[in-house]
């Protein structure tokens, strides 16, 4: 196993030191034991995966109606420069692996593989907090309504919605008012 920094799982590894499932090896880091192998790949191939994503970043964008303007956009250049940092970061680890620098084994192979998924989970984050800094702020009066979005995607050419319905009367119609 790797060195242990701090326990980001809450004393999972105090608790599967107490169950003999690990051993320590110097300070910080610990060496599996057969039955800590065996756990790993019993949890790996039978147990369920938890899905849930629990990520600060998402739950506060809840809560972005509560900012001032100026607050969010310097939140979110913060966290668009986290992210591409990340990013980066990652697709350095990537291109080192892929350049043979970590070596051949299966356990590299596969650290290259979660290596990819955090290097697309951080530039995805990256793209949605862009998207948000640059496209759609809360406080538009348009906001949710540009060309591409959901909402105006659901108006036919003809006005009416593409369930069927009537479009709004009250609305302006832009093409009738350009006269185009």
């Given at each position: 196993?790797a060195?242990?920094?701090r326990?980001?799982?809450?004393?999972?590894?105090?608790?599967?030191?107490a169950r003999g499932?690990v051993?320590p090896?110097g300070r910080?880091?610990?060496?599996?034991?057969?039955a800590?192998?065996?756990e790993?790949?019993?949890?790996l191939?039978?147990d369920e995966?938890?899905h849930?994503v629990r990520?600060?970043?998402?739950?506060r964008s809840?809560?972005f109606w509560?900012?001032?303007?100026?607050?969010l956009?310097?939140?979110?250049?913060?966290?668009?420069?986290?992210?591409e940092?990340?990013?980066?970061?990652?697709?350095?680890?990537a291109a080192?692996?892929?350049?043979?620098?970590?070596?051949?084994?299966?356990?590299?192979?596969a650290m290259?593989?979660?290596?990819e998924?955090?290097?697309?989970?951080?530039?995805a984050?990256?793209?949605?907090?862009?998207?948000?800094r640059?496209?759609?702020?809360?406080?538009?009066e348009?906001f949710?309504?540009a060309?591409d979005s959901?909402?105006?995607?659901?108006?036919a050419?003809?006005?009416?919605a593409?369930d069927?319905t009537a479009?709004d009367?009250?609305a302006k119609?832009s093409t009738?008012?350009?006269?185009h």
């Open positions: 196993m060195p242990v920094e326990d980001p799982a809450g004393g999972l590894g105090r608790r599967r030191l499932l051993r090896r910080k880091a610990y060496r599996i034991t057969d800590g192998l065996a790993v790949r019993r949890w191939a039978e995966v938890d849930t990520m600060d970043t998402l739950l809840f809560f509560l900012m001032e303007p100026g607050d956009d310097k939140h979110l250049d913060r966290e668009l420069r986290h992210f940092q990340t990013a980066q970061a990652m697709r350095a680890y080192a692996k892929d350049r043979g620098e970590w070596g051949t084994s299966p356990q590299t192979r290259r593989i979660a290596v998924a955090a290097a697309r989970v951080n530039e984050l990256a793209e949605w907090a862009r998207w948000a640059e496209n759609n702020t809360p406080e538009a348009d949710g309504t060309p959901p909402a105006s995607q659901a108006t050419k003809d006005g009416t593409k069927g479009k009367s009250t119609d009738a008012e350009h006269g």
